[in-house]
């Protein structure tokens, strides 16, 4: 029987020029079974253009940008093989006692995060 493809890129796309990925996670309980996830979860990255504040300050994005869980992912931690070249940072909705999320709740918090890089862009200038 074929592994089910259980990490999925289930949106990419682009908002005020910047690319938005979205990936399905799914994580099983390690015992042979149909497969039931246990917990699904996502993971939503944003790209940083060289222009952006945060693309030369990404030890900032964690404490200073505001999403869900917060932060937990930046090209500091290595290269991520699922994402295009690019400079991207990310969040996982995988939290004990979170909402509910779907691929459009975290579409919105990508959209939330360009929109405080753009606001951090202009205080800078």
């Given at each position: 029987?074929?592994?089910?493809?259980?990490?999925?890129?289930?949106?990419?796309?682009?908002?005020?020029?910047?690319?938005?990925?979205?990936?399905?996670?799914?994580?099983?309980?390690?015992?042979?079974?149909?497969?039931?996830?246990?917990?699904?979860?996502?993971?939503?990255?944003?790209?940083?253009?060289?222009?952006?504040?945060?693309?030369?300050?990404?030890?900032?994005?964690?404490?200073?940008?505001?999403?869900?869980?917060?932060?937990?992912?930046?090209?500091?931690?290595?290269?991520?093989?699922?994402?295009?070249?690019?400079?991207?940072?990310?969040?996982?909705?995988a939290h004990a006692?979170?909402?509910?999320?779907?691929?459009?709740?975290?579409?919105?918090?990508?959209?939330?995060?360009?929109?405080?890089?753009?606001?951090?862009?202009?205080?800078?200038n």
């Amino acid at each position: 029987m074929q592994e089910p493809n259980i990490n999925k890129t289930v949106f990419e796309g682009e908002y005020k020029g910047r690319r938005v990925i979205i990936r399905e996670m799914r994580q099983f309980a390690g015992i042979p079974t149909s497969f039931s996830p246990l917990q699904d979860y996502y993971c939503g990255y944003v790209e940083l253009l060289p222009s952006d504040y945060y693309y030369n300050h990404l030890s900032e994005t964690e404490s200073c940008l505001s999403v869900y869980g917060g932060i937990t992912w930046t090209p500091e931690y290595g290269k991520l093989a699922d994402l295009p070249n690019g400079c991207f940072i990310g969040f996982d909705t995988a939290h004990a006692g979170q909402p509910p999320f779907s691929q459009q709740t975290v579409l919105n918090d990508c959209i939330k995060l360009i929109k405080q890089i753009i606001k951090r862009n202009e205080e800078e200038n």
